[in-house]
């Protein structure tokens, strides 16, 4: 039986999505998949309905690496009430509990930043995209069933407190993959006895992308423009797909080598690192990306048929 041919553009790259507050990160993606009339795309790691900011897109090839965005490390800002506890420990969810936090100072909640800095552990809330049985705990939630949940490690790298006003502190995370800022928030509110939770989360990057973000406002104008003069306006917020890991190490191969690399082989390459995953180029070609083998050789992974 014949394959269906996938409808939609051949498009690859990344964009960068400024996701707004109040959908989900899928919405969002079938909305930018929409406006490139693309044939594929993934975005790179869920952000919750309320949070906004950094949510990398991967079109078409750019999907092979995606996974890499994924586990990459990520920065939040976070605005969070002390005093009230929520069922989702957000400003989502229903109200558990009232305490008083005026008594709460900057400098009492700085005494306890080391105790939420660098290898700290985690219980996934219930409303989250964690499996149990085969099931998402936000629908076990939902039906009012919780379960328990396996602590998880996590690094959080940097821990900066901005302000604190009326009942509402400002911070920032730097952190590993699988933090769930949400936990953070509670149970540091839980520490300085008042409780707490998140009412604005705004992610500022991933991995090596920490700049400009697009707004689907600008990609809807944009797509606009393009009805008259094609993809052009549209496909200018593309980033190549090998940025996506520009901090990798790279090495670069000569016609030879490169088609074998292409047919599955590993090659050995002059110079190439001992260890870990690479870029690899034929010249200035990115062809996709390897693992370097006990043997020193650098084994392809994730092939990229065609470069945006």
Not at 31 to 49: I, M, N, Q, W, Y
Request: glycine share 8%; with cysteine; proline share 5%.
């Amino acid at each position: 039986m014949a394959r269906r041919r996938r409808k939609g553009r051949a498009i690859n790259g990344v964009l960068l999505l400024d996701k707004p507050a109040g959908i989900t990160s899928n919405k969002a993606l079938q909305e930018v998949k929409h406006l490139f009339r693309a044939a594929k795309a993934g975005h790179t790691g869920s952000l919750d309905p309320l949070a906004t900011g950094m949510l990398p897109i991967c079109l078409g090839e750019a999907t092979k690496i995606s996974a890499f965005l994924l586990d990459a490390d990520k920065r939040y800002r976070v605005s969070c009430r002390l005093g009230i506890t929520t069922t989702t420990a957000d400003a989502d969810g229903e109200i558990l509990q009232t305490r008083d936090c005026s008594h709460i100072t900057l400098k009492q909640i700085e005494k306890r930043v080391p105790d939420f800095s660098g290898t700290i552990s985690q219980i996934p809330p219930m409303y989250s995209a964690v499996k149990h049985e085969g099931q998402r705990l936000y629908a076990l939630a939902r039906e009012g069933i919780e379960v328990e949940r396996k602590p998880r490690t996590v690094q959080i790298y940097e821990l900066l407190l901005h302000s604190l006003k009326d009942g509402v502190l400002d911070l920032e995370v730097a952190c590993s993959k699988g933090t769930y800022i949400r936990t953070l928030v509670e149970d540091l509110g839980e520490a300085l006895g008042c409780g707490a939770h998140v009412v604005q989360l705004h992610r500022l990057s991933v991995g090596p992308f920490d700049g400009d973000m697009v707004t689907i406002d600008e990609l809807r104008a944009a797509a606009d423009a393009s009805e008259a003069e094609g993809f052009a306006a549209l496909d200018a917020y593309l980033l190549p797909i090998d940025s996506a890991i520009s901090n990798w190490p790279d090495v670069h191969l000569e016609p030879d080598a490169a088609f074998y690399m292409m047919q599955g082989q590993p090659i050995l390459v002059p110079h190439a690192p001992t260890e870990g995953w690479v870029r690899i180029y034929d010249k200035s070609q990115f062809l996709g990306v390897g693992e370097i083998q006990d043997d020193g050789k650098v084994a392809p992974r994730r092939m990229i048929q065609s470069s945006a």
